[in-house]
């Protein structure tokens, strides 16, 4: 089987490519082995991301509406950011896509990416069913990429810091009826947070996302509810009653930065590229499914002609990683009591401002330098270092 674009994985970010390489003219094939089966932890959405990635959802993909952002500190203090936000129904929001998917004309197949066949600069995938060759392969398979590391790939600068998350959906009178999403950082969840998000008709989200502790974080996850139990105990007199649904468990690039994702005929997207966070990766799929059918329209899928996705996605947001993985070292680095006095000293404060985001982060680390100036030295020293 022969097509001039294959997608392997129908990920956020696998969507959006296989979108964006269709509407670009190419013949494009997408596999997966579920296609919209599968649970996801990524359900919270801002519509400051969602604006400036370019998505688009019906209103019936919307669980519940969110004012905003509480970052919460080890001792309870908490920090209110107004923004609006969204819970996601994700089989409807997948779903959507997939459908978009469809009416673009794209071939689905349900199969199973096994290995992959190169011979020059052609290229193929070896299925549980078959081998399609294609004139651009895009790995958008999530964080294992297989077939990035067939191809001698290295993906991710900093593997070793995938955020291994586990998440729940709970159940409690009122709980899902709550309008801000929450973030507790510190040692609840060390190298980055623990997160509650309200999904509507009682139901919400807990999940710990943990750095440097590899994928067993079970014990974590166990801390944190007994702590949210408590933490929720001044609103929620019966809050010991929260039911556990059901689990999901699995990595997330937050802070890994993007490696090596493009080669001949070959590119890699979304979670296994290190390009985190659903709005964000989404934008990113799009970028490379456009770079993937020019290059088909040239007649030219060599990694020089390639690199544009690479150096595209850098002018978009190179710096927005790399100062968000400069701010979780920093925060990794920080204890518990230091946590306390940064949020407490900027709970009440203005942290927002007009501009773009490169400006708003200056504008929050001078903030955060007149609190504790430590915190922005330390910042500084890890965005260098990168």
């Not at 081998?131 to 964080?143: L, M, R, T």
């Not at 950082?185 to 139901?203: D, L, M, R």
């Amino acid at each position: 089987m022969k097509c001039e674009i294959l997608v392997v994985g129908a990920s956020s970010a696998g969507i959006m490519a296989t979108l964006a390489s269709a509407s670009g003219g190419a013949e494009v094939v997408l596999i997966d082995k579920t296609f919209g089966n599968i649970n996801h932890a990524a359900n919270t959405i801002f519509q400051g991301m969602a604006s400036r990635s370019g998505l688009q959802f019906e209103k019936s993909c919307i669980r519940n509406k969110l004012d905003g952002m509480r970052i919460v500190s080890p001792a309870g203090n908490a920090l209110t950011i107004p923004a609006q936000g969204y819970f996601l129904d994700r089989k409807k929001f997948d779903n959507f896509y997939i459908q978009m998917v469809r009416d673009a004309g794209v071939a689905l197949l349900r199969q199973e990416a096994i290995g992959l066949k190169t011979r020059g600069i052609k290229r193929s995938v070896i299925t549980n069913q078959d081998e399609i060759e294609a004139d651009v392969i895009i790995d958008a398979s999530g964080i294992q990429s297989s077939l990035a590391r067939r191809a001698g790939l290295i993906s991710m600068h900093y593997p070793k810091d995938i955020a291994w998350a586990m998440e729940a959906v709970v159940e409690h009178p009122k709980l899902g009826e709550e309008r801000y999403f929450e973030y507790f950082v510190g040692s609840i969840a060390p190298g980055w947070k623990a997160t509650f998000s309200p999904a509507g008709n009682n139901k919400a989200t807990l999940g710990v996302f943990v750095r440097g502790y590899g994928p067993e974080v079970q014990l974590f996850f166990r801390k944190f509810v007994d702590f949210f139990k408590e933490y929720k105990s001044r609103t929620y007199t019966d809050i010991d009653n929260l039911k556990v649904l059901s689990v999901v468990c699995g990595g997330d690039p937050i802070a890994v930065l993007p490696g090596q994702i493009v080669s001949d005929g070959l590119m890699v997207t979304g979670g296994g590229a290190g390009q985190s966070g659903l709005a964000y990766g989404m934008r990113a799929g799009t970028i490379c499914g456009q770079v993937a059918a020019n290059a088909v329209l040239a007649k030219d899928v060599s990694r020089k002609f390639l690199e544009r996705y690479k150096t595209s996605w850098k002018s978009q947001f190179y710096w927005e990683y790399r100062m968000g993985r400069a701010a979780l070292e920093t925060l990794r680095k920080m204890d518990d009591k230091e946590i306390d006095r940064l949020i407490r000293g900027l709970s009440g404060k203005n942290i927002v401002s007009n501009g773009s985001l490169i400006e708003k982060s200056f504008y929050v680390a001078a903030r955060v330098a007149l609190i504790r100036p430590k915190v922005v030295f330390d910042l500084i020293r890890n965005l260098i270092k990168g």
